[in-house]
Nanobody, 123 residues
Framework: QVQLVESGGGLVQAGGSLRLSCAASGRTVSRYAMGWFRQAPGKERGFVAAISRSGGSTSYADSVKGRFTISRDNAKNTVDLQLDSLKPEDTAIYYC????????????????WGQGTQVTVSS
C-alpha cells in the first residue's frame, strides 16, 4: 500500500507555470510506474503524463506535450509535474496515481490515487 499526497496547485494566469508534486509514503514509489491525471468539471478523468519505475521512459497526452514535464526522484519518494505555458483549458483537479503495471495511459491500471490538487488557469 502506498499513500499519495499532491501539492502545488493554485491559480495562475494563462501562459504561466506551476509545479505539482506528489509525495508518497508507505511502500517506496520505485515499485510503481507513476502517472498524473486530471478531471475538469463535468468531464471524465483523463491521462496527462506517466513515467516508468526508473524514470527512463515517459508518456504525455497530446494536449500537454511540449508544455508539461513529468519527473521522479525515487530517493525522495516524489513525482513532480512541471506545467508551463498554461492555458485555461488546463483548469482541472490534478491527481497523482501509482500503477503496478508498466507505464500506462489507462485510468483502470492505476491502483493508488491521491486526493488531487486544483489547478485554475485564468484567461
Amino acid at each position: 500500500q502506498v499513500q499519495l499526497v499532491e501539492s502545488g496547485g493554485g491559480l495562475v494566469q494563462a501562459g504561466g507555470s506551476l509545479r505539482l508534486s506528489c509525495a508518497a509514503s508507505g511502500r517506496t514509489v520505485s515499485r510503481y510506474a507513476m502517472g498524473w491525471f486530471r478531471q475538469a468539471p463535468g468531464k471524465e478523468r483523463g491521462f496527462v503524463a506517466a513515467i516508468s519505475r526508473s524514470g527512463g521512459s515517459t508518456s504525455y497526452a497530446d494536449s500537454v506535450k511540449g508544455r508539461f514535464t513529468i519527473s521522479r526522484d525515487n530517493a525522495k519518494n516524489t513525482v513532480d509535474l512541471q506545467l508551463d505555458s498554461l492555458k485555461p483549458e488546463d483548469t482541472a483537479i490534478y491527481y497523482c496515481a501509482a500503477s503496478t503495471y508498466s507505464i500506462s495511459t489507462e485510468v483502470s491500471l492505476y491502483v493508488h490515487w491521491g486526493q488531487g490538487t486544483q489547478v485554475t488557469v485564468s484567461s
